[in-house]
């Protein structure tokens, strides 16, 4: 399961108790705090800041909505919703033990393309019965979130819009957005220790994950999987199609319209317009080190075409370093699945779980 290093215990973070539009104005005055130097050279209070610039939007209320939970096996589960933006409300089911009180630590559990909320909840009865409150949210134009109900359909069709100008930023962005946004929502429960939150992503949710936790520090614990990757290493090395693969519809539909091949050049236009700086200042080796010095627990396949190892090995590098700056080494732990594609083996789910738990402490 490759390199396991024996992390160091991490001191509890502490934030003040504030409401959901002033707890964004702190959070913008810690990102803009000196940090550990990243080896790109980028400053990152100028990176997260940049990042949150490219992200921000009118703030409004949460103003959520808690439905009545229901139990079984010992479990409750509860449906709630949030006003992530105007006009856009984020659905998200909440786990835990029948039994607990007080305030608990949380895991957020992020999904792939095409799945939904619903889709966790093995992981979400999993994390719930070791003490956690389990979190899943439905990311933008899934689940709950389309007409449909499911697929990516809807997602695809989103990105195509953001090609031809909607402004919006359908591919990873505003799901990270939203996942800020449910920090907000979080710190606003009478059951929920804000100091203790965690974050495990798969693919997609992977991506979006290690971004919302590189520029929100309130993420305590962070576990991407399958997602942790260089953007820029895959365009500059004709690595990219696996990925690309993935939203295929969008963007060959655009590349219809425009009378072009689908090819690293125009690639790089697509991302331009539905991911700035997906491959430049927001590229995995530029964001990953900033999540140090908190626990950060890598998965990736070392066989994953959508995730080619070289691309990944740059962000380890960068990471290592600001790691190794920071003092922080033992916090830094990746899991290389040998001979193993785009997916999770059952050994490293049990691994992410156990780092949660280590660092956590349910």
């Not at 100008?165 to 929920?192: E, H, I, N, Q």
């Not at 500059?236 to 969008?250: G, I, L």
């Not at 627990?297 to 070392?302: P, S």
């Amino acid at each position: 399961m490759g390199d396991v290093w024996q992390p160091l215990r991490v001191a509890k973070a502490t934030y003040p108790n504030s409401s959901p539009v002033t707890s964004f104005s702190l959070l913008l005055l810690l990102l803009c705090v000196g940090s550990v130097c990243v080896a790109s050279g980028a400053e990152p209070g100028d990176t997260r800041a940049a990042f949150l610039k490219l992200l921000d939007r009118p703030r409004v209320q949460l103003a959520a909505e808690v439905k009545t939970p229901t139990g079984t096996n010992g479990l409750r589960m509860t449906h709630f919703s949030f006003a992530a933006e105007a006009g856009v409300r984020v659905p998200g089911l909440l786990v835990k033990r029948g039994e607990a009180e007080g305030r608990r630590p949380v895991v957020i559990v992020l999904h792939g393309t095409g799945a939904n909320k619903e889709n966790q909840l093995p992981l979400l009865h999993d994390l719930a019965k070791r003490g956690f409150l389990a979190v899943a949210i439905d990311g933008r134009h899934h689940g709950a979130r389309t007409k449909a109900g499911s697929g990516s359909a809807e997602y695809h069709e989103a990105m195509l819009n953001a090609w031809f100008g909607s402004k919006k930023l359908p591919f990873l962005y505003d799901t990270a957005w939203d996942v800020m946004r449910l920090v907000d929502y979080l710190g606003t429960r009478d059951d929920v220790d804000a100091a203790r939150i965690g974050l495990i992503g798969f693919s997609k949710g992977g991506m979006e994950g290690y971004l919302a936790a590189a520029a929100d520090p309130r993420i305590a614990v962070v576990v991407p999987c399958i997602g942790v990757q260089s953007f820029k290493w895959a365009l500059d090395n004709e690595s990219w199609r696996s990925r690309v693969d993935t939203f295929k519809p969008a963007i060959e539909a655009a590349a219809k319209d425009e009378g072009e091949a689908v090819n690293a050049a125009f690639v790089r236009r697509f991302y331009d317009r539905v991911v700035p700086g997906i491959y430049g200042p927001f590229d995995g080796p530029a964001m990953l080190p900033l999540i140090a010095p908190r626990p950060l627990l890598v998965i990736n396949g070392d066989a994953d075409a959508r995730t080619p190892l070289p691309g990944v090995n740059e962000c380890l590098t960068a990471a290592r370093t600001a790691y190794r700056a920071a003092d922080a080494e033992a916090k830094l732990q990746v899991i290389l699945q040998p001979q193993t594609g785009h997916k999770v083996t059952v050994e490293a789910r049990q691994a992410a779980v156990d780092w949660f738990v280590k660092w956590l402490r349910p």
